[in-house]
Structure formats: C-alpha cells, structure tokens
C-alpha cells in the first residue's frame, strides 16, 4: 500500500515535468517521440524540471500570494503536511497522532487542484514555447537531427516546396541495384534519426550497375504508375512505400519553390491543361 | 521507438505538382526539369508553365530518335 502510494504521490509530483516535455514535443512532427532516444536523460530532465518548478511555486505562494493577496484567501502550502502525505507510514508510526487526512482533502482540495492545474498547464505552455523556438530556427542547438526541420520546412511553408527523393534500394540483382526517385509525400523517422520507411509520390523506378570504373546510371526511368505513362492524364497519382529493410540510402534535393502570385495563375494552369487535354481528345478521336 | 509521421507534402503542393504533370503531357521529367533549375530556388508559376509548355512541345516535335523512351536503356 504504501508503495503504491509513494508512486501516485510521486507521479503527481512530476507533472510539470511530463507537461514540459509534452509541450516541447507538440509543435513538430519530428521530436514527438513515442519513446524518447534516453528515457533515463528524459527521466532525469523530468524530475529536475518539476523540482525547480515546485520550489518557485513554493517561494511565489509562500512569500507572496498567500500574505500579500487579500481579495483571495490562498492558503499557504504547509511543507510538513506536504511531507507527511508523501510519507503515508509516518502517520501511523509509534507516538504520532493519527493523521486526519480527510479534513484536510475536504478543505483544501480546490487550492490543491488549482495548484497542478496551474503548475502543469505553466510548464506545459513553457514546453511548447521552446519547442516553437526550436522548431523556428531559434534553439537548434538542442535539435539531434537537423535534417528532419530542412525537410519539414517545406510543409508548413505557403509556397509550394517540393523535395525529390532519390532512393538507393537494396533490391540487387549481381552488379545492379533498383533505383527509385519521386516526390517525396511522407516518412517516419526513428528516434536515431534513421528512416523507417518513406512515401514517394508520382515513383519512377530505374538500374544503377556498379562497375569498377564506378556506378553506371540508367539513362531513364519507369514510372511505376504505367497507367499515368500510357494516357498521360491521371487525377491522383499513387504512392510507393519503401521500407527501411529495402532502403540503402537516401538523396533529397530540394526543387525549386513555385511562387504563386494570384488566383489567376493557377486559372492560367486550369485552362492550359484543359486546352491541351481537349486537343489530345480531338486527336484521338481522328484517329479513330 | 518511431518518431511520429512527418509530412513533406502538402495536399495543395500535391494537387499542383500533379497539374504541372497532366500539363507535361504525364511527363513527369519535364517537370522536374523546369523545377530543378540550380541557377533559381523559386520560379513563379507562370514562368514555369511557359517553360514546361515550350519543353514539352520540343520534345513533341523532335525526332523520335532524340526523345528518351520509358525504359531502362543500356547501362
């Protein structure tokens, strides 16, 4: 009994820690970690946080709300309540007073809610702060992978950025190695930094042979959606999904970010492509 | 032990890409042609819809010798 309560005790004692870090996580996708690369660092930035952070609410309530804020009664936190509720055993030890932890509850369990509330909601903004600062640019020294923020950089980016992927497979066959490139859509990432797999948009797949004189590059590629090469029109193109298991390395080239200076251009597009795909229907038909 | 999923592409980059595409006539490499110009980092659309258009009829009207098939060719 006494364990498990030491534990919630404990638990609820590091919240600020557990909402700081799940503050720093929030703003990207790439540090929201399922489980961190060093739980026992996080662990240990956890405790450290959540102690700095209850002593300075100690010293804020103590020497200033609960003396000098007369429109609300804030009561005092009584440390050695406090310590004597982590350390349930001592209630009941030889010559101690049975502990009325009941009447206690029932008076000051708003204050004690507010108390975390605050605490945790606090931390959890600080988090977040820093984690936007990180992710603007401003803090990468606390970054392990610099990489993630580049490629990332394009989404939340007005303009169009697209990144072309170029994925070296480990699919061989004596000197040659499948080779795929595409527009990169998506990947995960583990928490070292590697990739786990990787989402390619429009996917051409090509032959590199690996000679003495060094690797040789097939002059084109397959697009592997066969349907788009044959009719050249296609709404939504498919996606490939290569694995961590099949991927030997990856080369990302950033293209060149498309300005779009108003609506009209993009109705300069819209009837260009009808235009073209009206006189390639015209064509067909002719033919026929 | 994943890292959560990280989107590169947006929908509307997508959408756009796959017009820049169908107006390629589905070639995609032209596309990427256009887009990887090493002398710019950014191009305005319609500037590259009039380079996309001008590559595209080049490669229409040149000798079928000339234009690259879909394939792997020799090593």
């Known amino acids: ?288 | 032990m994943l890292i959560d999923n990280m989107r590169v592409l947006k929908e509307k980059d997508r959408i756009l890409y796959d017009k820049l595409v169908r107006l390629a006539g589905g070639d995609s490499g032209i596309v990427i042609k256009v887009l990887s110009n090493p002398h710019r980092s950014s191009v305005d659309l319609k500037t590259a819809i009039r380079e996309i258009e001008e590559l595209r009829n080049t490669r229409k009207h040149a000798p079928a010798s000339l234009v690259p098939q879909a394939g792997i060719a020799t090593l």
């Open chain 1, 1 to 288: 009994m006494s364990i498990a309560w030491a534990t919630v005790v404990i638990v609820v004692l590091l919240l600020p820690g557990f909402a700081f870090f799940w503050g720093l996580y929030a703003p990207n996708q790439v540090t929201r970690e399922v489980s961190p690369a060093s739980p026992l660092a996080q662990l240990a930035g956890v405790v450290i946080i959540s102690f700095f952070v209850h002593a300075f609410a100690y010293l804020v309530i103590n020497t200033g709300l609960c003396v000098n804020f007369p429109p609300v009664a804030v009561p005092c936190v009584d440390f050695d309540e406090l310590s004597a509720l982590v350390r349930i055993d001592a209630f009941t030890l030889p010559g101690t007073a049975p502990a009325t932890f009941r009447a206690m509850l029932d008076l000051y369990i708003f204050w004690i809610l507010l108390y975390f509330l605050a605490a945790g909601g606090l931390t959890g903004l600080a988090g977040f702060g820093v984690g936007k600062l990180i992710e603007n640019g401003h803090l990468r020294g606390f970054t392990r992978h610099r990489y993630l923020f580049l490629l990332e950089k394009g989404r939340k980016s007005e303009e169009s950025e697209l990144v072309r992927a170029y994925v070296l497979s480990r699919t061989q066959n004596l000197n040659t190695v499948i080779f795929y490139d595409g527009i990169l859509q998506d990947f995960f990432a583990r928490a070292d930094g590697t990739i786990s797999y990787i989402v390619l948009h429009d996917a051409n797949t090509s032959a590199m042979e690996i000679t003495a004189s060094g690797p040789a590059h097939s002059k084109d590629s397959i697009p592997l959606d066969v349907e788009s090469g044959a009719s050249g029109v296609r709404g939504t193109k498919p996606f490939l999904v290569i694995t961590s298991e099949n991927i030997a390395n990856v080369y990302f080239e950033p293209l060149n970010t498309v300005r779009i200076e108003s609506e009209a251009d993009t109705e300069v597009l819209d009837k260009a492509i009808n235009e073209l795909e009206q006189s390639s229907d015209k064509t067909t038909s002719a033919s026929h």
